[in-house]
């Protein structure tokens, strides 16, 4: 049957005190051995990646392959038993190993949901963010990011270099990107701008520029006065581009400011539609 949920707890705090600890070395720039038979060596990251290295330059092949899986194998005294019956009953290991890491991430995810300390959310994002690359993991960092006021700069800069991390961010972390890397959020925002610009309401809006003026003629027709925010409000560009602003004075300004650049950039002769578009979307 499933493990006591006890049980749970104490493997996982074990293995976030294993995480803590190597996180601990890291930041030491010490990288060495700690001479524990029993350290737990993850294979990500720049750790990761030297330890590999490490050991394949100074053992035999075999021998290397040897140390590697005795460095990274969970060193619990109901593991290799457990997995054994299981096997003789017909599971594969990989299936299992698939449940008992979704049942320790769910468990994890609870636990984080009850942190009200920063101290503690900022030791547990130092010891999962290397992990964040791996899909099947990437929840348990983003969840700690997610419940942080603030996230450290170190951090963001890491995630704006990573597309399909940043993809999978809540948009609360997203907008501590931007607000970090203007590059990044011209490149999110430029295409709703241009999306705004091809919108048939933002024609319309830019026909009945002087609301003021009821009976206005265009080409010889009638062109019925409307408030230029009733066309704003139908426009789903500029709804994603406000939903990305949301309460943040600096992406607002920066959007302003790409929209003044884009404008100054013109190279038409004349006032275009495209002109007061910018115009009207700022």
């Not at 964040?132 to 969840?143: G, H, N, T, V």
């Not at 993809?167 to 430029?190: A, C, T």
Request: glycine fraction near 6%.
């Amino acid at each position: 049957g499933p493990a006591p949920a006890d049980e749970s707890s104490t493997l996982l705090d074990g293995e976030e005190k294993e995480l803590s600890g190597h996180s601990d070395q890291n930041a030491g720039g010490g990288g060495e051995k700690d001479g524990s038979e029993n350290a737990t060596i993850p294979l990500v990251g720049g750790l990761g990646c030297d330890y590999v290295s490490r050991v394949l330059s100074t053992f035999a092949p075999q021998e290397a392959v040897r140390e590697i899986q005795e460095k990274t194998q969970v060193h619990d005294a109901r593991y290799n038993p457990v997995f054994g019956l299981l096997q003789q009953m017909g599971l594969e290991r990989a299936e299992v190993s698939k449940i008992l890491l979704s049942s320790i991430i769910q468990a994890l995810l609870r636990n984080i949901q009850t942190l009200t300390q920063e101290e503690n959310m900022l030791d547990l994002l130092e010891a999962s963010f290397i992990y964040i690359r791996i899909p099947e993991l990437r929840s348990i960092p983003i969840a700690v990011l997610e419940r942080l006021k603030s996230v450290p700069n170190n951090f963001l800069k890491q995630l704006s270099a990573d597309r399909a991390v940043f993809n999978d961010l809540p948009q609360s972390v997203q907008r501590q990107v931007w607000e970090l890397d203007k590059s990044l959020l011209q490149q999110h925002v430029s295409p709703y701008i241009h999306c705004y610009v091809l919108e048939r309401a933002t024609t319309l809006s830019c026909l009945n520029m002087n609301e003021e003026n009821p009976n206005k003629q265009f080409l010889g027709m009638s062109v019925p006065s409307v408030y230029r925010q009733t066309y704003r409000n139908g426009s789903a560009s500029l709804k994603k581009v406000t939903s990305i602003i949301d309460k943040s004075n600096k992406i607002y300004k920066y959007i302003v400011n790409l929209c003044l650049t884009l404008y100054r950039e013109s190279e038409k002769p004349f006032m275009s539609k495209d002109e007061q578009a910018y115009c009207s979307f700022r």
